[in-house]
Structures are given as structure tokens and as C-alpha cells.
């Protein structure tokens, strides 16, 4: 079992940045994919971002790409999202996600979740 709690949401204006970070428990972190998704008022949840277990490879949204950048901290059991040039339609609740058996590219193109955290509120305004 892995609990995923996020922290690091908030309110910025457009063009700052925010870095997001999501703690897990367990022994077991390391043999996750990590990821993050995001859900905006009135949409359904999509993929940002995922990074596999050692870290040697990311996949991103094309949405994100070159603005965020996912990474990971296995001593800590961490995995952070900085977020840079945030724009409005970044505006949404975002989720850490964990998944076994699985790569950062399966797990963007709609591959099932392990472990789901409960969100954290990103607010970009104009």
C-alpha cells in the first residue's frame, strides 16, 4: 500500500512559477513510475507529467512540455513537479499518481493508476 499526499499548490499570476511535491509512504517507493495529472472545473482528469524509477526517463503532455519538469527523490520518497511560465489553463487540481509495472509513456498515453493522491489546487491567474 502507498499513500500519496501533495503539497506546494496555490494562487500565482501568469508567468510565475510553482513547485509542486508529493510524499509517499511505504519502503516500496523506488519501484514506482511516478506521475502527476491534473483535473480543471468542468474537465476530465489528463496526464501532465511522469518520470520512471530510476529517474533515467520523463514523458510530458505537450501542453507542459519545456515548462515543467518532473524529478524524484528515492532517499526521500519524494517526486516534485516545478512548474515554470505558468499560464491561466494551467488553473487545475493536480494529483500524484504511482504506478508498478509501468513506463513514464504508458503511463501518459492512459495506463491504469496504482495509487492515486488526493490533490493539491493550482490557481494561475491573469
Known amino acids: 500500500q502507498v499513500q500519496l499526499v501533495e503539497s506546494g499548490g496555490g494562487l500565482v499570476q501568469a508567468g510565475g512559477s510553482l513547485r509542486l511535491s508529493c510524499a509517499a509512504s511505504?519502503?516500496?517507493?523506488?519501484?514506482?513510475?511516478m506521475g502527476w495529472f491534473r483535473q480543471a472545473p468542468g474537465k476530465e482528469r489528463e496526464f501532465v507529467a511522469a518520470?520512471?524509477?530510476?529517474?533515467?526517463?520523463?514523458y510530458y503532455a505537450a501542453s507542459v512540455k519545456g515548462r515543467f519538469t518532473i524529478s524524484r527523490d528515492n532517499a526521500k520518497n519524494t517526486v516534485s513537479l516545478q512548474m515554470n511560465s505558468l499560464k491561466p489553463e494551467d488553473t487545475a487540481v493536480y494529483y500524484c499518481?504511482?504506478?508498478?509495472?509501468?513506463?513514464?509513456?504508458?503511463?501518459?498515453?492512459?495506463?491504469?493508476?496504482?495509487?492515486w493522491g488526493k490533490g493539491t489546487l493550482v490557481t494561475v491567474s491573469s
Open positions: 499518481a504511482a504506478d508498478h509495472f509501468t513506463t513514464p509513456h504508458a503511463m501518459g498515453v492512459g495506463g491504469s493508476i496504482d495509487y
Open positions: 511505504g519502503r516500496t517507493f523506488s519501484s514506482y513510475t
Open positions: 518520470i520512471s524509477l530510476s529517474a533515467a526517463s520523463t
